[in-house]
């Protein structure tokens, strides 16, 4: 079974209101300022998941084969949801999570 499909579009990030380009080398699924995402797949890149709640950065952990892994925990549903940081993520953003004094409504339009 399938589990990533490419689905790397732009989009309109619905918390801090940015234009998030294309990630071009795999799929895009969190912006790149404050890393919030939606909760819209089941497996990565599918778009099937009908929660639709935003996922909001918890914690940041280094895995030696992945590098950076941002943890999210969608507002709506409550699940955890681990992803790969991209290289254009605001680094500063990272640390904020990481020291555990990232506050969402920093963020907010």
Known sequence: MKT???NDNEFMCR???KSVPTLIYSSRDH???CLCSVHIDINP???ANTCLGTLI???VNINNNKGYVITYK???CGK???NKTA???NFKTLLKVMNRTYNIEDYKI
Request: with cysteine.
């Open 57 to 59: 950065p918890v914690e």
């Open 4 to 6: 990533f499909e490419k």
């Open 31 to 33: 912006c790149n300022k």
């Open 74 to 76: 969608c507002n709506k």
């Open 15 to 17: 918390v801090c209101g």
């Open 87 to 89: 290289e254009d993520d």
């Open 80 to 82: 955890f949801h681990n």
């Open 45 to 47: 890149g599918d778009r």
